[in-house]
């Protein structure tokens, strides 16, 4: 079963009618849902996910202090850690989940706070340019099960979709360091026998280009060991997760040097194509640093544009 899956039949079985019978007064502050890390809030979690953090449970997301005191907080963690220790043939765990709890009573400014240095939601430019995309995945994913007053639902649609020049401004940064990395230094690393600098190279350039796809669709890039595993899903150019992988998975020896740059030639080459194709680059050409400062000529605002090409770019 899928921690989704459980985590939602647990709560309807179980939280629910908690929540209902002994906190109903509260009923309309409260929000409960699986929302957060984890491989099974992007559902991306299998066998191996259940070797540590995986067991019955969900968020009980709660406002500051003011409508919900520490008295009823502490209330509802002790109501929560009795529900049934084991569901399903799954059992809670006794000692807090790695990297800290993922499910249980969670104020809600905090984690917000703690996932984007807001306690809103609401976000300044500097910070839509410099937040890991991780973790606008991490507040956006998954599923509320309930919300009270629907503080939490909007604040999780406004946060949905990136500002098109942020995002376009990002995406120039990624195109450049993809220039940079592939179209460039990678032959000369190799031709000075540099072959750890020109895997450096690679790595670079496979990195930039799937966070170029990721912008590309519109769509939060996750948690760097879930990128390749989303990408495969991407509506726009998930067909270039094989090239990508062979980027990765290959040695930079001699013998392979030839098919990696006709693969970042490849790669480039799609990328162009949709950049053309959703109206965002001027630029006629297979040079991705060109097709950068073009994408970038695209962002409406004038003190964003303005900005360093890789001002956008900081995971």
Not at 129 to 144: A, F, M, N, R, S
Not at 219 to 228: A, D, G, R, T, V
Request: charged share 25%; glycine share 8%.
């Amino acid at each position: 079963m899928r921690g989704l899956q459980l985590a939602k039949e647990y709560y309807n079985i179980y939280g629910k009618k908690m929540l209902e019978d002994s906190f109903s007064d509260y009923l309309p502050f409260i929000s409960t849902g699986l929302v957060g890390n984890g491989s099974e809030v992007l559902g991306f979690d299998d066998d191996v996910s259940k070797d540590h953090d995986f067991e019955p449970g969900f968020c009980i997301f709660i406002p500051n202090e003011n409508v919900i005191d520490r008295k009823v907080a502490f209330q509802l963690e002790r109501a929560y850690a009795k529900l049934p220790e084991e569901f399903m043939g799954y059992k809670k765990q006794k000692l807090s989940p790695v990297g800290g709890a993922r499910h249980g009573v969670i104020r809600l400014e905090e984690f917000l706070y703690e996932k984007l240095g807001s306690t809103d939601g609401e976000l300044s430019v500097y910070q839509w340019l410099k937040i890991p995309t991780q973790y606008l995945c991490e507040v956006t994913k998954g599923e509320l099960f309930f919300d009270g007053d629907g503080k939490f639902t909007k604040i999780r649609e406004n946060l949905a979709i990136m500002p098109k020049d942020i995002r376009l401004k990002r995406l120039a940064g990624h195109l450049i360091l993809m220039s940079q990395s592939g179209q460039y230094n990678y032959m000369r690393m190799v031709e000075r026998g540099e072959l750890a600098a020109a895997g450096t190279c690679v790595y670079e350039y496979v990195k930039n280009a799937i966070a170029a796809i990721y912008l590309l669709n519109n769509e939060y890039m996750p948690y760097y060991k879930w990128q390749f595993r989303g990408l495969k899903n991407l509506d726009i150019l998930s067909e270039l997760a094989l090239p990508l992988e062979f980027l990765i998975l290959e040695s930079n020896e001699k013998s392979y040097v030839n098919e990696k740059i006709e693969r970042i030639e490849l790669i480039a080459g799609a990328i162009i194509d949709e950049l053309m194709s959703q109206g965002i680059t001027s630029a006629i050409c297979g040079d991705l640093g060109k097709h950068a400062y073009s994408v970038n000529d695209y962002v409406n605002d004038g003190n964003l544009r303005n900005l360093n090409i890789l001002s956008g770019v900081g995971e």
